[in-house]
């Protein structure tokens, strides 16, 4: 390993796009000694100010430029502009050109491909809301990467050398493992927000209630990352508090209706889990289900026998929800389902 990581850093690299993902790269592989020669950036203010964070980095003004000197290309640009990147650049054979989209494959890179390049992806599966946060949260970062040997054992070991894991996946899967990733970063601020929402309904301004909110917040990620799914999942639908629940579908209808559907939607999702955890069973998680189902919340309700006192309910749920089971079974989504190996 230790030769392999030599290897890597004798690579001299170059950056199309200085832009908040290729700044954070670039500083971060320059620590770890890794030669950054050049940059450009339809910004030219952004590429003058990468070069500036690390020594001996030529400000190059197109791209062209950066692949005449450079052995190792990251296109760091927006997604909609790699494609033209790949294909307006004379690439040299056996040049190394990766991109460091999410979403897109390693087939957007065909036209450096069909010039002689080693072409592959390179994605940090982190949040880069700017370069400092995205600098200081790349160590420890898993990388997803993509690409033929032996560019593919490359970007393993510039993951290793980031003190990062990797994970390979072929080119079907990166659609949905961006999916998942706006799940669990993105619409994860849209929850925060709706929830600082519903604490101004009651007079709380929004700095207060994130303030109020986010050790809840922490201690939920400590839980997943300590106790794993399903056993972290806490609250009513975990313990079968269908009285409670009614209360939430209560309140949401009279002062803000427009969240009840979102509500309804995450409690089914979240039914199988409390199942998996075993606090409720398969009786109690069709309570809850109808009572997600029903299109008016209820003044009360009862566990017992509340399928039975919906006329025409009973039996009925969505066609997508899981039926209270995690394939492979709950021992699948523990801790460790969760960490990286």
């Known amino acids: 390993m230790g030769s392999s990581i030599t290897d890597a850093r004798k690579l ?5 796009g200085a832009g908040t993902v290729g700044t ?3 500083i971060r592989l320059f620590q770890k000694g890794c030669p950054v020669v050049a940059v450009s950036s339809r910004n030219l203010t952004s590429a003058q100010k990468l070069a500036r964070l690390v020594a001996d980095c030529r400000v190059c003004q197109t791209a062209q430029e950066v692949a005449d000197v450079a052995e190792l290309i990251f296109i760091t640009t927006p997604d909609d502009v790699i494609s033209e990147i790949a294909s307006e650049v004379k690439w040299h054979k056996g040049q190394n050109v990766i991109h460091c989209s999410g979403a897109h494959s390693i087939d957007i890179l065909e036209p450096a491909r069909r010039l002689g390049a080693n072409v592959g992806s390179f994605h940090p599966l982190q949040t880069f809301a700017s370069v400092r946060e995205a600098r200081d949260n790349l160590p420890g970062s898993t990388f997803v990467v993509e690409a033929e040997e032996p560019l ?9 050398l980031l003190n990062g894991n990797w994970v390979e996946l072929k080119p079907g899967d990166k659609v949905l493992y961006h999916v998942a990733a706006v799940f669990v970063s993105n619409y994860l601020v849209t929850l925060v927000k709706l929830a600082l929402d519903l604490w101004q309904g009651f007079g709380v301004p929004p700095k207060e209630a994130a303030r109020a909110l986010l050790p809840l917040l922490r201690g939920t990620v400590n839980n997943i990352d300590n106790i794993g799914l399903p056993d972290c999942l806490t609250g009513p639908i975990a313990r079968g508090d269908l009285g409670t629940i009614s209360k939430h579908l209560n309140a949401l209808e009279a002062k803000n209706s427009s969240l009840l559907t979102t509500y309804k939607d995450l409690g089914f999702q979240t039914i199988p889990i409390a199942l998996a955890k075993g606090r409720i069973d398969e009786s109690k ?6 009572l997600f189902s029903h299109p008016e919340p209820f003044t009360s309700c009862h566990s017992e026998g509340l399928a039975e ?6 039996g009925q749920h969505p066609k997508n929800l899981a039926q209270g ?3 492979g079974g709950s021992k ?6 969760l960490r990286s190996e």
């Open 24 to 26: 954070a790269l670039a």
């Open 325 to 327: 089971k995690f394939r």
């Open 285 to 290: 998680a069709q309570e809850l289900r109808t």
């Open 12 to 16: 001299k690299l170059g950056f199309v």
């Open 309 to 314: 006192a919906l006329s025409g309910a009973k």
């Open 152 to 160: 593919l054992s490359r970007l393993k070991e510039l993951a290793s």
């Open 332 to 337: 699948s989504f523990r801790d460790s389902s």
